[in-house]
């Protein structure tokens, strides 16, 4: 069975990743993983509000992963498996993979806007040697009925 890892955040490039990979999964019989990185807060003077801000980024990560995941379950009747997890990105996103030996492809959405995004700025470019499975860069410019298409 194919597992197809999705990176989560509030952009749209997230949710065309998602759809895409969400209808791979479908027709290939695959399962999902959705991860959402939440970045460590600058430094706060105070404690208390740097974990009061943490905390908040956490549970907006994490309502927007479960959401998501509710809709994937309601379309195709499978539950991805949902993961939040605080740190740098990259080396947030390389660990999971290296943790879950099963995810047979990571699928980031390309943004939009200027460059392509951090993610698949790395994992495209230095950090392609450094993956355990395929890429998938979904461009900005696909709309639904392509990207239903495409997978």
Same mark, same amino acid.
């Not at 959405?109 to 890429?135: E, I, N, R």
């Given at each position: 069975?194919r597992?197809?890892?999705?990176? @989560? *955040?509030?952009?749209?490039? $997230?949710?065309?990743?998602?759809r ?8 290939? /019989?695959?399962? @999902?993983?959705? @991860?959402? !990185? ?9 404690? /208390? !509000?740097? $974990? ?12 927007l ?6 809709? !994937?379950?309601?379309?195709? /009747? ?5 993961? #939040? ?6 080396? #947030? #996103?390389? *660990? ?6 099963? #995810?047979?492809?990571? !699928?980031?959405?390309? /943004? ?34 392509? @990207? *239903?298409?495409?997978?």
């Amino acid at each position: 069975m194919r597992t197809y890892l999705v990176i @989560l *955040d509030e952009t749209e490039e $997230a949710r065309a990743a998602l759809r895409f990979a969400s209808r791979r999964a479908a027709k290939t /019989g695959g399962a @999902l993983h959705l @991860l959402a !990185v939440v970045p460590r807060q600058e430094f706060v003077a105070f404690g /208390g !509000v740097q $974990a009061t801000i943490e905390e908040e980024a956490y549970a907006r990560a994490e309502t927007l992963v479960t959401s998501l995941a509710g809709n !994937v379950f309601s379309e195709s /009747g499978k539950m991805p498996v949902i993961a #939040v997890r605080q740190g740098e990105a990259i080396r #947030v #996103v390389t *660990d999971y993979l290296s943790d879950h030996p099963e #995810v047979a492809a990571l !699928v980031l959405g390309a /943004g939009a806007d200027g460059t392509p995004g951090p993610l698949v700025t790395w994992f495209a470019g230095s950090g392609m040697g450094t993956l355990p499975c395929p890429l998938y860069i979904i461009p900005p410019t696909l709309d639904e009925a392509r @990207l *239903d298409t495409l997978s």
